[in-house]
Nanobody, 115 residues
Framework: QVQLVESGGGLVQPGGSLRLSCTAS????????MGWYRQAPGKERELVAT???????NYADSVMGRFTISRDNAINTVYLEMHSLKPRDTAVYYC?????????WGQGTQVTVSS
């Protein structure tokens, strides 16, 4: 099993910034892609950004240029730097990790963008 623990969510004003962190532990051998998804009230969970073990990244169009995903393989941690936050970015953000045949999710961290 793989455990994913997120941190860094909170309340921020429009235009502000936050950084989310997610640390993986347990049977992490073979974990390749890590990433972030989000789910707003009444909406389906959607991809925000992913990063491979080699550093290749993928972003949703809605966050391109505002969010940056990175990872530190030495400490099994993935980060999401979020800038120029908008009210529509309000959601529960979930960390995700995958290896062949398996996918794992964190418990989620709330991000609220409001004045």
């Amino acid at each position: 099993q793989v455990q994913l623990v997120e941190s860094g969510g909170g309340l921020v004003q429009p235009g502000g910034s936050l950084r989310l962190s997610c640390t993986a532990s347990g049977s992490i051998l073979g974990i390749n892609v890590m990433g972030w998804y989000r789910q707003a009230p009444g909406k389906e969970r959607e991809l925000v950004a992913t990063i491979s073990g080699g550093g290749s990244t993928n972003y949703a169009d809605s966050v391109m240029g505002r969010f940056t995903i990175s990872r530190d393989n030495a400490i099994n941690t993935v980060y999401l730097e979020m800038h120029s936050l908008k009210p529509r970015d309000t959601a529960v953000y979930y960390c995700h990790a995958a290896r062949v045949g398996f996918a794992y999710w964190g418990q989620g961290t709330q991000v609220t963008v409001s004045s």
